[in-house]
């Protein structure tokens, strides 16, 4: 990591102040899509990081000051769109070679450090892609890791909210008949990210910040319509998703925003004969540049013993009624074979 230090001429406090952006959210973003540190005084900057990456994002501030001459204020959708026409983004990727660096995600109430190198993969898929899927089966972590890159995003400033959204799964009654306002409807569905929130910022600050709509929670069905920038988006138990579903959720990410999508094929509440949307986008987004995948086995169950051995025994279990369904279709195709003769 070197400082590489550069001063942009001529002083203009208006176009300084769109180069940077609102709350400095421009400068933000080109950190975090290059994996750089930009400080700036005035007209001076200090960039932080590999060389080749430093300079090259000194090019860019520079020629996004040039943009801003006549008269134009910038916008995080049109850094966005230089940084993505440049190619940095595929240099920041290709220079990033601290992979088996410990990862560490710091938030007031405390810090949180990923167990295992799969919890570390999938942390560093988040900081890296703007869609992260994290798969597997209960107690390994992903929702609760999801909701640790959303607050460590939020308290850097790099987003400037957090939605919490899950399919609301009906087990016999309809959530209109259930009684309070939305939020008081999908609470019991969201619970296991309220959890982790109260943890790791305290009862009282998640209440502020939801009052404030910083945090925001909501039922996937309210999602559709909507385009959502420079926010840390969390769709949890998202087995749970129809088709039609998943691609709406997907579609409604706008510029600067992560979303990180969770859930576990095995453990589908829909009616039978509907297809998972989780279980559909695996192999239609199989090999999309941008989009990370995580999968999670038994062996990365952090939560009692007993979970990781009951998930083993499940997942054997099935695997032996499989191959008896697979032995009785072959037995059956036998008998009609030596039927016809």
């Known amino acids: 990591m070197q400082i590489h230090r550069f001063t942009i001429e001529p002083i203009d406090s208006r176009r300084f102040a769109s180069l940077c952006g609102q709350f400095d959210e421009h400068l933000r973003l080109i950190e975090q899509r290059l994996g750089i540190e930009v400080r700036n005084r005035g007209n001076k900057f200090e960039l932080i990081g590999d060389p080749d990456l430093t300079r090259s994002a000194e090019a860019v501030l520079r020629q996004l000051y040039r943009e801003t001459r006549d008269n134009s204020d910038l916008t995080p959708d049109t850094v966005h769109l230089f940084l993505q026409e440049s190619g940095l983004e595929n240099l920041s990727e290709a220079l990033q070679d601290d992979f088996h660096r410990p990862v560490v995600l710091r938030t007031k109430r405390m810090n949180i450090q990923p167990r295992g190198p799969n919890q570390q993969s999938y942390v560093r898929s988040i900081q ?49 008949f259930l009684p309070g306002d939305l939020s008081q409807k999908i609470d019991p569905y969201l619970r296991p990210l309220y959890d ?18 910083v945090i925001e929670v909501a039922p996937l ?59 559909h986008v695996v192999e239609v987004l199989k090999g999309v540049k941008g989009i990370g995948f995580t999968h ?40 009609d074979r030596d039927d016809d003769r």
């Open 128 to 176: 890296e892609h703007d869609i992260n899927f994290g798969i597997g089966p209960a107690g390994t972590g992903k929702t609760y890791l999801a909701v640790a890159c959303a607050v460590d995003a939020l308290e850097r400033e790099q987003i400037r909210r957090i939605l919490l959204v899950r399919p609301a799964v009906e087990a016999g009654e309809k959530l209109g």
């Open 196 to 213: 982790a929130l109260y943890e790791m910022l305290g009862f009282e600050q998640v209440a502020k910040l939801i009052e404030r709509q």
């Open 221 to 279: 069905a309210y999602m559709r319509g909507r385009t959502l920038n420079n926010s840390f988006i969390i769709l949890d138990e998202s087995q749970n998703t129809t088709l039609e579903q998943m691609k709406m959720f997907l579609t409604r990410i706008g510029f600067g925003s992560t979303a990180v999508i969770t859930g576990d094929v095995t453990q589908v509440d829909l009616p039978r004969g509907t297809k998972s949307g989780l279980a």
């Open 296 to 335: 999670f086995l038994s062996k990365d169950v952090v939560r009692h013993p007993l979970v990781q051995r009951i998930v083993e025994a499940y997942d054997l279990f099935d695997s032996q009624q499989e191959e008896l369904r697979l032995e009785r279709k072959e037995n059956r195709a036998t008998r």
